[in-house]
């Protein structure tokens, strides 16, 4: 069954202080990874899409990278702003008979970012 | 604004009455998806579609759901006969046509419809 877990499922970081949120993923053919954040109240936003194990995409302070097994985003010396839930989804291979193009979400990791 | 539209963004029904939620897709994107986020959950697929076809409704409860996605209007989910566990937040996503089973698919989504059912 294709899963995605995330951690920690909470993180708290003082302003500056740079960590790294991890998703590991099962899924026996893999279209894609997506990273996307939610602030309370509205809708997922998307950030990055990764591809291929080795693949790395960076946005401001943030950059995710891709293994075969698991993702990560890094945060470089985050910013109050920077406080949010970060969600990562798979979506698998176009190739299996039972794809489409539905994404398979974590829990997510709730980041919270103090001055 | 060119972004994935829902409406209504809060709705509240009383257990039994139908919910409608209603989604229009970004400009130029012909494939729909509905996730369903429940308390302190992850989001749930729920079903896929792309104009006057429904392709995947395997997170579909079998039950009292149903979406469409006509040639004109947008998108629709609704909900017969609502009960308090149908209480969450529905995310409609867009994404472009595609070609091939490899093809690069980014799926943007709404604000979100949250359903309070009393």
């Known amino acids: 069954e294709d899963q995605v877990t995330q951690s920690p499922e909470a993180l708290r970081l003082q302003e500056g202080e740079s960590s790294s949120l991890n998703c590991s993923y099962t899924v026996s053919g893999l279209r894609g990874l997506f990273w996307y954040r939610q602030d309370p109240g509205k809708g997922p936003e998307f950030l990055f899409t990764l591809y291929s194990a080795g693949e790395e995409k960076e946005k401001e302070r943030l950059k995710a990278t891709l293994t075969k097994k698991e993702s990560f985003l890094h945060i470089t010396a985050p910013k109050p702003e920077d406080s949010a839930t970060y969600l990562c989804a798979v979506q698998a291979d176009g190739r299996r008979m039972d794809s489409s193009y539905k994404l398979i979400f974590g829990s997510g990791t709730r980041l919270l970012v103090r001055p | 604004n060119a972004g994935v539209m829902q409406n209504p963004r809060h709705l509240v029904r009383r257990r039994g009455q139908e919910a409608r939620l209603r989604c229009s897709p970004m400009k130029g994107h012909s494939h729909v998806y509905w996730y369903r986020q429940l308390p302190e959950e992850g989001l749930k697929f729920m079903v896929y579609l792309q104009k006057e076809n429904i392709i995947d409704e395997s997170g579909m409860p079998k039950e009292r759901f149903s979406a469409e996605f006509p040639k004109e209007g947008p998108s629709i989910l609704r909900i017969q006969q609502v009960v308090r566990g149908d209480s969450a937040a529905y995310f409609c996503?867009?994404?472009?046509?595609?070609?091939?089973?490899?093809?690069?698919?980014?799926?943007?989504f709404g604000a979100g419809t949250r359903l309070s059912v009393l």
């Open positions: 996503a867009s994404s472009p046509l595609l070609a091939g089973f490899l093809a690069k698919n980014i799926q943007y």
